[in-house]
């Protein structure tokens, strides 16, 4: 049974890097066609989808935040990472993990999440 | 970019019908799914390609999509139903998450 960790950080300063990383159990990061995403919530809020980067190697982002978003796999760990420069308070979320099935953009698997706040 | 609009509550009484809907342009040409959220919880996926229920998902639950409105509903609600419901899309190689509805179960 295939589990997501979000792992990282809790407390960032503003216009520094906020730098998480996701933990792939029970199963690989680079098998089948998935692909393997980054979601946000303020608190509060509504869900907000940062990026995701698939087994193929590509990556998508949301447009709204791409100029500050990376998102790579690291297949030694089992893992994937989301980067996020030039933090400002309204980057505090809780952050997700979760995974689509790749040929379809819906979330069947997701980590418990992870918040992160960015402060001084 | 495309938008999706949900009505911010919905409240159903014990055993009754809710019905949740998310409005959007034409997003009967779409695929929706719907995600249920209990406070402080990760999101569960409840619907995808409309009125596809994954494995797990009562059959109490079935949705629907036609021209400007998809449609969760849930049959019989419970107690337990009651959480914050998010429908999503995708376009043009991304993702849109609908504001969320909090329902309540009376």
């Known amino acids: 049974q295939v589990q997501l960790q979000e792992s990282g950080p809790g407390l960032v300063k503003p216009s520094q890097t906020l730098s998480l990383t996701c933990t792939v159990s029970g199963g690989s990061v680079i098998s089948g066609s998935y692909c393997w995403n980054w979601i946000r919530q303020p608190a509060g809020k509504g869900l907000e989808w940062i990026g995701r980067?698939?087994?193929?190697?590509?990556?998508n982002y949301n447009p709204s935040l791409k100029s500050r978003v990376s998102i790579s796999v690291d297949t030694s760990k089992n893992q994937f990472s989301l980067h996020l420069s030039s933090v400002t308070a309204a980057d505090t979320a809780v952050y997700y993990c979760?995974?689509?099935?790749?040929?379809?953009?819906?979330?069947?698997?997701w980590g418990r999440g992870t918040l992160v706040t960015v402060s001084s | 970019s495309y938008e999706l609009t949900q009505p911010l509550s919905v409240s159903v009484a014990l055993g009754q019908t809710a019905k949740i809907s998310c409005g959007g342009n034409n997003i009967g040409g779409r695929n929706v799914c719907w995600y249920q959220q209990e406070t402080g919880q990760a999101p569960i996926l409840v619907m995808y390609?409309?009125?596809h229920r994954p494995s797990g998902i009562p059959e109490r639950f079935s949705g629907s999509n036609s021209w400007n409105t998809a449609t969760l509903t849930i049959s019989r609600a419970q107690a337990g139903d009651e959480a914050d419901y998010y429908c999503?899309?995708?376009?043009?190689?991304?993702?849109?998450f609908g504001g969320g509805t909090k329902l309540t179960v009376l």
């Open positions: 979760a995974r689509d099935p790749g040929s379809a953009w819906y979330f069947v698997l």
């Open positions: 390609r409309d009125s």
């Open positions: 999503q899309v995708w376009d043009t190689s991304t993702v849109v």
């Open positions: 980067i698939c087994t193929s190697g590509s990556t």
